[in-house]
């Protein structure tokens, strides 16, 4: 038993990892149930939802689950840099005869705040995981108080050991392979990002607390890699992506088929920070790190009714089709078969 196994009360040392709009409690409860820890991730959802969710797990499954929030900073909006964004829109507001006066601004995301750990409080859900650094000291506090385990994602050294001085008691090691949000928070400097088997070492060798891969890990062989450079566990996302289990709509779906998969990056369009998802029209011609951007969660808005025209007309040249650079594990197969046939990689690592 790995020490990750101890500290998350699981079967297997594996999470599911936490996909916002890709799904919600019936792939935690079936990847929980599989032995692994299935996440909820709560960033994306209302206070309402929320709680029917966690109510949703806790009458599904006995076993330990995740709950996922972001800890970003809400920025100040800015007028001028709001006018910039739809300006680079325009065109094709003109082309599906958007009118951009009519689209409201918002944040679309919230951090981790008090009233969300109210909320907790009434389900206690034994394992919470934190993106972009972690909540305040008062509130994290409150997380450590009902017992729950936190973990947080670093995509260097230099985060984890913030990481492990701060709270953490295991530490989610993002490589740049990974799919969805960069965790990154002490720099926005994408050059320091390093790939999961560059800085899964460096974090073993630099923290005393459990360090957990993430990022390309798509089969058992994967998984293996992973534990033989001294992970304690691993997080797994996109494999997961095409599960029936999992809410990826049917254009992301045919999306993660096809041969457009095997061409990701990061992306800062759809939300305003770096994200990594499939290559698609505003990609190419906008670039994919675009300087008109607002800060993240800002941009969601003026980008938000482009993705609703287009995808009514069956096209995801406007949506965020996250995904790893890795592929190739996605199958159409229920979210406890993908556990177990990840799971095969913790016997190849004993060997």
């Known amino acids: 038993m790995t020490t990750l196994q101890k500290i998350l009360g699981t079967e297997l040392p594996l999470i599911q990892a936490p996909m916002a709009g890709i799904q919600v409690s ?26 029917s969710e966690l109510a949703a797990i806790r009458a599904g499954t006995d076993k330990p689950y995740n709950v996922n929030f972001f800890c970003h900073t809400p920025p100040v909006p800015s007028t001028e840099r ?46 919470v995981s934190f993106h972009f650094g972690l909540p305040p000291v008062e509130l994290l506090a409150r997380v450590h108080g009902w017992g729950a385990k936190v973990l947080a994602s670093a995509t260097t050294v230099e985060e984890a050991l913030w990481l492990e001085a701060h709270g953490a ?5 993002q490589g740049l392979e990974a799919g969805g949000h960069r965790g990154h928070f002490l720099s926005h400097d994408l050059t320091k990002q390093l790939g999961t088997f560059a800085l899964l070492p460096q974090l073993v060798r630099a923290l005393k607390v459990p360090v957990i891969a993430a990022g390309g890990i798509a089969d058992a062989n994967g998984v293996a890699a ?6 304690a566990g691993v997080q797994v996302g996109t494999a997961y992506m095409l599960t029936p289990e999992a809410t990826t709509s049917a ?26 998802g499939i290559v698609n029209r505003v990609m190419r011609e906008l670039g994919p790190i675009g300087a008109a951007a607002p800060e993240f969660p800002l941009a969601t808005s003026g980008i938000a009714p482009l993705r609703a025209k287009a995808e009514a007309q069956g096209s995801g040249d406007f949506s ?10 996605c199958r159409e197969v229920p979210a406890a078969e993908v556990t177990r046939a990840l799971a095969q990689g913790f016997l190849q690592a004993s060997r």
């Not at 008691?169 to 090691?173: H, P, R």
């Not at 992973?226 to 992970?231: I, R």
């Not at 965020?320 to 594990?329: E, I, M, R, V």
């Open 26 to 51: 019936a792939m935690a409860i079936a990847v929980s149930n599989a032995g692994g820890l299935g996440s909820l991730p709560c960033a994306m959802l209302s206070p309402e939802v929320m709680r």
């Open 320 to 329: 965020p089709l996250w995904s790893g650079q890795n592929a190739t594990g």
């Open 82 to 127: 709001e006018a910039t964004w739809r300006a680079a829109l325009a065109p094709y507001y003109a082309e599906y005869g958007i009118d951009a006066a009519s689209i409201p601004t918002g944040p679309g995301r919230n951090p981790f705040s008090a009233d969300v750990a109210d909320l907790l409080a009434e389900f206690k859900p034994p394992v």
């Open 169 to 173: 008691d295991a530490v989610i090691a």
């Open 251 to 276: 254009i992301h779906r045919a999306a993660l088929k096809s041969e457009a998969a095997r061409h990701t990056a990061l992306t800062n369009l759809f939300t305003g920070r770096p994200a990594r």
């Open 226 to 231: 992973a534990m033989a450079l001294g992970a």
